[in-house]
């Protein structure tokens, strides 16, 4: 015999919670990289987050949730970026401002968080230059997924998948070669 | 997500970056705007009838066409969608086959006048067309500057300018053989009453298009496009081709056969070159490609035409 089913009901929800705390943070960052929208991220991950909740029921999402969000995620972000081409805010920042103001700035010497903040702002611009498709694969691949997880995400196969993450490599690469020393061939 | 493995450092960067970014946002902030907006969850305990009808009602709203809205709208959508996934620059090779239609004066053209198939690849709105005649190897097309280009083997090739005037040949040609679909899709949803018929498959979402009244589409008289019901992309495609006049020209076929990633370089006219070979440009003897473009449309052009006059080799430049 299993719990109740007004405690099922609970304790479901209470999974669901976790998993949206657990996975919300990876899943705006992902998104606004691949808008350069931090706003529109947003909007794009509720919106993913409303239509799986919806279907909470027919998917495991504590278990298999984080691949299905990213895909939906994938998907949105692209289709959006097509359909919203030219009209893309420059407003990149959001409220990371904010939150670089409240970071502890002692947290490394100055010279090495200028250094690191440079790469940093490179590695965007380098990401901002890839095709969407690319850009996507490799930060799916830099987030763990598998190129079948990858392939799925995007509607095409294993194959292409890791084409398009060999492709972005060796455009990111390229562009980062100054700071990276022969870290990445 | 699959086992962690050693990360490529590009991955690691771009990883340390997307972290980075996801230290900025309040997950918690995120768990109350959606409990502000709360999403329709469904107890387990439900019936099955109830959860059948829910998930039937569910799932017409994201594939059917997302609204239960009237035939029209369904196909606006799906031609919208349509539009999405093929302005991504994504590779994908079509079989063209083009039928003149028999009542018009152009099928009497020698080049125009009987049916012909050809491979065309697609990147948005960049193309080539290959020859399916192996020992006549041809290729031309627009790359990603809207330069029209001719590779006549692998010796001899012309450029167009992006806003040069073409050739009349050449830009019937274009229209005829060229399926540059973000920009059909713009005009099919500029200038046609759109329609959602039953497909040839269940996969398949098949909407037809027809010239609105009062609005003039030159060049296209109809289209039935066979949309894959995941993805969108066209899997099939129908142009009933008219001129200005609305006289019927050509019906033209495009069916998906290959979504091989190509390179760059194909879409270019470099890319069916030899690297000695000899390219006609606005700059360099812009005069003789007219003359090159006219015997390669000319009568006879199953067989290989013979290379024009002999022209001085260009001036050695270092690669643009």
Redesign the interface.
């Known amino acids: 015999m299993g719990p109740p089913p007004a405690e099922q009901s609970l304790a479901d929800a209470a999974a669901l919670d976790a998993w949206v705390l657990a996975t919300a943070a990876d899943a705006v960052a992902y998104a606004a990289s691949l808008l350069r929208d931090r706003a529109a991220a947003e909007d794009v991950v509720q919106d993913c987050y409303c239509r799986l909740l919806a279907r909470a029921d027919v998917y495991d999402l504590p278990r298999d949730g984080r691949k299905l969000l990213f895909a939906a995620v994938t998907n949105a972000c692209i289709n959006l970026q097509a359909r919203a081409r030219g009209l893309r805010s420059l407003d990149v920042g959001g409220e990371a401002g904010l939150h670089d103001l409240l970071a502890d700035p002692a947290a490394a010497p100055p010279e090495q968080a200028l250094l690191q903040a440079e790469l940093e702002a490179a590695v965007a611009d380098a990401l901002a230059t890839l095709p969407p498709l690319q850009r996507a694969a490799l930060e799916l691949k830099s987030l763990g997924q598998s190129l079948r997880e990858i392939a799925d995400a995007l509607g095409t196969t294993a194959g292409n998948a890791g084409v398009l993450v060999h492709r972005a490599r060796q455009a990111m690469a390229q562009r980062l070669a100054p700071y990276l020393k022969g870290e990445a061939g | ?2 086992a ?1 493995e050693p ?22 902030a ?2 109350r ?2 409990r502000a ?1 709360p ?8 019936s099955a009838l109830a ?1 059948l009808a829910a ?1 039937a009602a ?1 799932l017409l709203a ?1 594939l059917g066409g997302r609204q239960a809205g009237p035939a029209r709208a369904s196909a606006d959508s799906l031609v ?2 349509a ?3 093929h ?4 590779d994908r090779c079509y079989l063209v086959q083009i039928a003149p239609d028999p009542g018009n004066p152009l099928a009497r053209h020698p080049f125009f006048g009987r049916t012909r198939t050809a491979r065309l690849w697609t990147r948005g709105d960049r193309f080539f067309v290959e020859s399916t005649n192996p020992h006549w190897p041809w290729a031309w097309g627009q790359d990603e500057r809207g330069r029209v280009w001719l590779a006549h083997g692998p010796r001899l090739g012309v450029l167009y300018a992006a806003r040069e005037k073409l050739p009349e040949v050449v830009a019937a040609a274009r229209d005829l053989h060229t399926m540059q679909v973000p920009t059909l899709l713009d005009q099919v949803l500029a200038g046609c009453d759109l329609e959602r018929v039953s497909g040839d498959t269940p996969a398949t979402a098949r909407v037809v298009a027809r010239p609105r009244l009062g609005v003039t589409r030159p060049g296209l008289s109809g289209a039935v496009l066979d949309l894959d019901a ?2 969108r992309v066209l899997r099939r495609l129908v142009l009933h081709r008219a001129n200005a006049a609305g006289v019927p020209v050509a019906t033209t076929t495009f069916t998906l056969i290959d ?1 091989t ?1 190509q390179a760059d370089v194909s879409y270019r006219l470099r890319g069916h070159l030899d690297p000695t070979a000899m390219m006609l440009t606005p700059r360099y003897h812009p005069e003789r490609r007219d003359a090159v473009i006219e015997g390669f449309f000319r009568p006879g052009t199953s067989r290989p035409m013979p290379m024009p006059m002999p022209m001085p080799k260009p001036p050695r430049k270092p690669p643009a």
């Open positions: 997500m699959s962690p990360l490529h450092p590009i991955d690691a960067l771009v990883r340390r970056h997307l972290l980075r970014q996801a230290d900025t946002v309040d997950p918690a995120v768990l705007r959606l907006a999403p329709r969850r469904r107890s387990r305990a439900r959860g998930a569910l994201f919208r969608e539009r999405a996934a302005a991504l620059p994504v995941e993805t979504c990633p």
